[in-house]
């Protein structure tokens, strides 16, 4: 499975900006697919997730919450994160990752659920 992100850039504070994610290859459809983010000097993070199964489950960082909106089309094996309200403390590399198989709601956060990794794509919210 490949994964080729798009949609970083340099915003101001409180600007918008849209990722988008598409899986290719060999997939049948990811089950879960996640966006995270490593800030300059820090570890890598999670942002959101959302599923494939009915009622499409999503899951948020507290830090993002309000503010950023994760969806997705099953038909082309895309992920998006809409980014609203931007703050200098969201720059950072941002990452899409997908899972084949089913991620349990309590792992969806963690780095490890997702055997699929996009190349990254760079985020700056600086004046």
């Known amino acids: 499975v490949q994964l080729q992100a798009s949609g970083g850039g340099l915003v101001q504070p409180g600007g918008s900006l849209r990722l988008s994610c598409a899986a290719s290859g060999r997939t049948s459809g990811p089950s879960t697919m996640a966006w995270f983010r490593q800030p300059p000097g820090k570890e890598r993070e999670f942002v959101a997730a959302i599923r494939r199964s009915s009622g499409t489950h999503t899951l948020y960082a507290d830090s993002v919450k309000g503010r950023f909106t994760i969806s997705r089309d099953n038909a082309k094996n895309t992920v998006h994160l809409q980014m609203n309200s931007l703050k200098p403390e969201d720059t950072a590399i941002y990452y899409c990752?997908?899972?084949?198989?089913?991620?349990?709601?309590?792992?969806?956060?963690?780095?490890?659920?997702?055997?699929?990794w996009g190349q990254g794509t760079q985020v700056t919210v600086s004046s």
């Open positions: 990752a997908v899972a084949e198989s089913h991620v349990i709601l309590s792992t969806m956060r963690s780095v490890t659920s997702y055997p699929y």
